[in-house]
Nanobody, 113 residues
Framework: QVQLVETGGGLVQPGGSLRLSCAASGIIFSVHPMEWYRQTPGKERELVAS???????NYAHFVKGRFTISRDNGKRTVSLQMNSLKLEDTAVYYCRTPLRNAWGQGTQVTVAS
């Protein structure tokens, strides 16, 4: 059974930083591409960043240069380092493994002054 657990959300001021982590179990983590999505009320869930099993990365245009996705196969985690946070980054952030279409429960990120 696939389980993804996100941690690291919280309240931060504009311009601040947060680091999200997603711990995976029930999968051979090293072969899975991983993704971070976010969702705000009334909006579709949107892809923020992805990382391949080999470590290749892609970012949505609205986070490029500010967010960094990384993975640690030994710890079975994928992380999202978020810098220069903006008010519009406020959302629930989810990790996903597309090979199994499995989602975590999400972690709230709130950017407010």
């Amino acid at each position: 059974q696939v389980q993804l657990v996100e941690t690291g959300g919280g309240l931060v001021q504009p311009g601040g930083s947060l680091r999200l982590s997603c711990a995976a179990s029930g999968i051979i983590f090293s072969v899975h591409p991983m993704e971070w999505y976010r969702q705000t009320p009334g909006k579709e869930r949107e892809l923020v960043a992805s990382i391949t099993s080999g470590g290749g990365t892609n970012y949505a245009h609205f986070v490029k240069g500010r967010f960094t996705i990384s993975r640690d196969n030994g710890k079975r985690t994928v992380s999202l380092q978020m810098n220069s946070l903006k008010l519009e980054d406020t959302a629930v952030y989810y990790c996903r493994t597309p090979l199994r279409n499995a989602w975590g429960q999400g972690t709230q990120v709130t950017v407010a002054s």
